[in-house]
């Protein structure tokens, strides 16, 4: 998936494979399977969410909260599930049952709420997308969704095991020491995010096109395997940095007409996402 490491980058890049890798909960794999599926109804998703107790529970007292303002109590998990939509019920699925095997307590000024909420929109942006690409291209939303809300899954696994590390990188980008945290991680660390990211994804066996769209988003120029998910996930991470930073619908690049998505599209999508900033923040407080 990577590129071959250069010789200075080998001796950071051979103490981030000494990392202990995380045990992923099981059934975790299965459930991906799941929650990618397109033609899964709300009946058989609460059949197979049934078998995660925590997750069930935390879907469950989600339909319930302020967020969703449900008229009467949910209490069954297929009427929550009913509630709050296939695309919140899988998002929230998948990052509860990432999230378990991590810390992030560890790293005093990593904040796992904005994590989050960056995870969920960047989803929300790249299942909206999928959906807008012309025909001929074919994404499913599903999986393009899945691939955004686990774009920068390594830096979960370097917090939890290398938090002073990642602390003194985010301070730099705090003190704008460095541009962004990708830049500052590269520096303390010798690798960033990406290759954490691309060491899970391999160690975890997740499908290629997923683990594709996750360690090569940012390359706009990216020429492969898996190109349109690649490229769809670039340009959801590009929506979801404008609206976290509170800035307009970033300009048009190559990789709209090579989707088929027309600019004003694409101006839509950043308009709902902002939009709903407050609502995903409010969710990302459920994943903390």
């Given amino acids: 998936m990577s590129a071959s490491p250069t010789t200075a980058e080998a001796p950071c890049l051979q103490r981030l494979s000494t990392l202990k890798l995380p045990t992923l909960p099981a059934g975790t794999l299965f459930l991906f399977e799941s929650l990618t599926n397109e033609h899964i109804d709300f009946a058989e998703l609460a059949g197979v969410l049934e078998k995660f107790p925590s997750i069930a529970g935390k879907l469950i007292s989600l339909a319930n909260s302020v967020w969703s303002a449900p008229t009467s109590e949910v209490t069954s998990l297929e009427n929550a599930c009913a509630r709050l939509g296939f695309g919140v019920v899988r998002s929230t699925s998948i990052a509860l049952a990432i999230a378990a095997p991590f810390d992030s307590a560890r790293c005093p000024s990593f904040d796992p709420e904005r994590y989050w909420c960056s995870a969920l929109l960047t989803a929300d942006a790249a299942s909206r997308l999928a959906l807008a690409v012309s025909v ?13 809300l686990l774009h920068e ?29 990708q830049l500052a991680l590269s520096r303390v660390l010798g690798f960033d995010q990406e290759k954490a990211t691309a060491r899970l994804a391999d160690a975890w066996g997740l499908p290629e096109t997923m683990a594709r769209a996750m360690t090569h988003y940012r390359d706009i120029g990216y020429r492969g395997p898996q190109e349109a998910i690649v490229a769809n996930v670039g340009l959801a991470v590009t929506l979801v940095s404008a609206i976290l930073a509170d800035q307009p619908c970033p300009p048009p690049d190559g990789r709209l007409p090579a989707l088929g ?16 900033l407050e609502r995903t923040r409010a969710v990302a407080r459920v994943l903390v």
Wanted: aromatic fraction near 4%.
């Fill in 136 to 148: 001929d291209v074919g994404l499913e939303p599903s999986t393009a969704r899945a691939a955004g």
């Fill in 261 to 276: 998505i027309a600019a004003a599209h694409f101006a839509e999508i950043h308009a709902t996402l902002a939009g709903q």
């Fill in 153 to 181: 899954l390594g830096l979960l696994w370097l917090v939890d095991k290398l938090p002073d590390e990642v602390d003194q990188a985010l301070v730099m980008v705090e003190k704008q020491l460095e541009a962004n945290l």
